[in-house]
């Protein structure tokens, strides 16, 4: 090989390694988290923070069932003073509790994310009476956590941006200042970076990394919301029970889910920046097939983009467990699956989008039924209403399932044109 071609390789090679940053180690070493919902950011509690939220066998569960990291939603808001110069208790018992959870994660080896959630209402036109005392807090924090190990204890400077603050100069403006009251005490830890729009990924677009060097990004997702959030009354618009997914609900919604994966691909392409899901759910009130469509649907997105993930959450108003026993035994089943928990280490089912151009009949269907409109090399995979897979083949046509039992079940159709979902009726 000629000293010019051995020049060229060494300058891929470096440039590659070089492209993998502190903070992309760090990102892909959360694998695969869980967030640690109403508990210290739960300010409507009459007893916030309440003693009895968590303790470490509920963290000992998490890490049973394969979890690695935490992201713990704090409060902080409600305890910085709003007027100059923002005073921080540092002996409110907040930090105690926080700090019990920094030493299970500790005993337990896993990481931890010190999210800053909830109470900053902001606006473009009020965000810059927050700014300081938005930087001052981070200071605070900073100053108290900066002993913690960086590749264990990450600090995420605000949970879902409102989206009422959209004017991206000014939101980048408050986050700098914020880091560089952080950067004050350690430039070892990396920080997240929830962006515009209340972290939706269909927003992702729209943003732009930021100059300092060490900060991971974040994006949720609980598209379509009028599905992942019906039945709850907190939500503000309230989303009837009774929308399936794929959708019987507005399929404008639906869309969002497509488009925003979208994004959230070409953006992870187009920037090279470290990258996780920090918040993704389906709430217990949608139907259960439903959610098991929903979490493959996601849960392939994150195989195929080899994303990090933090659900949101364990055994609470988004349950991936059927009772509030969280052993393997009550595991879902299509969670289990769709995100590798507990025993699982079988890839992914592929979850193909939409596409209806497909027929199959007769449905409800017997003992045989045709599946035309796609191509002879189509992949055919049915599942049952936990998310189990009950059967697949490599070919289209006549398909005997004389061995199903009558029920519903879920047809995903994938071939190199179409994708298509089905729900089958066996009588
Ligand atoms: C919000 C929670 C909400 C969850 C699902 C979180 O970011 O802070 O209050 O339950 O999203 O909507």
Same mark, same amino acid.
């Given at each position: 090989m000629s000293r010019f071609v051995l020049s060229i390789l060494f300058i891929l090679m470096v440039g590659n390694a070089q492209s993998q940053t502190l903070a992309h180690q760090r990102c892909a070493a959360f694998e695969r988290g869980i967030n640690i919902n109403n508990? %210290? #950011? #739960?300010?409507? =509690? &009459?007893?916030?923070? *309440?003693? @009895?939220? /968590? =303790?470490k066998s509920d963290v000992e569960a998490m890490k049973t069932a394969g979890i690695k990291s935490i992201r713990l939603p704090i409060g902080f808001s409600f305890i910085s003073d709003t007027v100059a110069p923002y005073y921080v208790d540092t002996n409110h018992v907040l930090f105690q509790r926080i700090d019990s959870m920094i030493k299970w994660t500790d005993e337990l080896n896993l990481k931890l994310i010190i999210d800053n959630h909830h109470g900053w209402e902001l606006t473009n036109e009020n965000w810059r009476n927050h700014k300081d005392r938005f930087a001052h807090l981070w200071g605070v924090v900073a100053k108290k956590y900066? /002993? %913690?190990d960086p590749e264990r204890c990450f600090f995420e400077?605000?949970?879902?941006?409102?989206?009422?603050? =959209? @004017?991206l100069d000014s939101l980048n403006l408050l986050f700098n200042t914020a880091i560089d009251s952080i950067r004050k005490y350690t430039t070892a830890h990396s920080i997240v970076v929830s962006p515009n %729009? +209340? *972290?939706w990924g269909m927003a992702l677009n729209l943003y732009q990394p930021l100059a300092d060097t060490n900060l991971i990004y974040t994006f949720h997702c609980y598209d379509p919301l009028d599905f992942t959030h019906q039945g709850f009354t907190w939500h503000d618009p309230f989303y009837p029970e +009774? !929308?399936?997914? &794929?959708? !019987? +609900? @507005?399929p404008f919604y639906e869309n969002f889910l497509y488009e925003s994966w979208r994004r959230v691909a070409t953006w992870k392409a187009t920037y090279n920046k470290p990258l996780f899901l920090g918040e993704f759910g389906v709430g217990s009130y949608a139907d259960a097939e439903s959610r098991c469509r929903w979490i493959e649907f996601v849960g392939n997105k994150i195989d195929s983009l080899n994303l990090t993930w933090f659900y949101w959450d364990w055994a609470g108003g988004f349950p991936m467990f059927n009772s509030h026993v969280t052993t393997e035994d009550s595991i879902i089943p299509c969670f289990k699956y769709a995100l590798h928990l507990f025993s699982d280490t079988v890839s992914g089912i592929e979850v193909p989008e939409n596409y209806n151009t497909v027929y199959v009949y007769p449905n409800p269907i017997q003992d045989m039924f045709t599946v035309s409109g796609v191509s002879s090399d189509v992949k055919l995979v049915i599942t049952d209403a936990t998310g189990k897979l009950v059967y697949q083949a490599t070919n289209s046509g006549r398909i005997n399932t004389s061995f199903l039992k009558p029920g519903y079940y879920t047809l995903f159709i994938s071939d190199r044109s179409k994708n298509s979902w089905l729900k089958l009726l066996k009588q």
């Open positions: 508990w %210290l #950011e #739960e300010y409507w =509690n &009459p007893n916030w923070p *309440s003693a @009895d939220g /968590y =303790n900066q /002993y %913690l400077l605000m949970n879902e941006p409102p989206i009422a603050f =959209n @004017d %729009l +209340g *972290s +009774g !929308t399936l997914f &794929p959708t !019987t +609900g @507005d």
